[in-house]
């Protein structure tokens, strides 16, 4: 209810890919909608592009409503954007939507903890940047908890099941790649 609240008051919404039409449909029809979209290799704007538009905006006292789908600070770059206002001194409000990692099973009916089975869960990206400072080990991971949700993982996916095959998680009937 906060999130629709405060999109109603927007002057400018710019929205990523992830967003439903039915959120979109929620957007006055007052504010200016841009497109951030991004998918793997393929940005509409850059990073900086997109936090130098918020900037930009609030710094012309427009209601600025940054709209991603989820939590922006799981794999959102919502701390990369909330930096940059911080930078210029601009006061912004987080408003966390319910991320996939946590929907999709449980709306498939699928627990991530269960008190007899799995008392541990790691959320991880399958889709990390070439230059990031610590790469996910996958053969480490496989054994370190009882539940793995791998995000964005579909292009790097032989890669991953090899490093949590090596790291000897095993799942019964699982093909060959």
Not at 76 to 95: D, P, T
Request: charged share 25%.
């Amino acid at each position: 209810m906060k999130a629709l609240e405060v999109l109603q008051k927007a002057d400018v919404v710019v929205y990523d890919r992830l967003v439903g039409e039915g959120v979109l449909r929620l957007i006055p029809e007052k504010a200016v909608k841009i497109y951030a979209g991004k998918a793997s290799e393929k940005h509409t704007l850059s990073q900086a592009e997109i936090n130098d538009l918020v900037i930009k905006a609030a710094k012309c006292g427009k209601t600025v409503v940054r709209l991603k789908g989820g939590d922006p600070f799981l794999f959102g770059r919502g701390g990369e954007e909330a930096e940059a206002l911080a930078s210029e001194s601009i006061e912004f409000e987080v408003i966390p939507g319910v991320s996939s990692a946590l929907a999709a099973p449980a709306y498939a009916g699928i627990p991530l903890t269960h008190r007899a089975y799995a008392s541990s869960v790691a959320i991880v990206t399958g889709s990390q940047a070439s230059d990031a400072k610590k790469k996910v080990d996958w053969r480490r991971l496989a054994g370190a908890v009882d539940t793995i949700v791998i995000l964005m993982g579909l292009e790097s996916l032989r890669e991953i099941a090899s490093g949590l095959i090596e790291g000897g998680l095993y799942v019964k009937g699982l093909k060959q790649l």
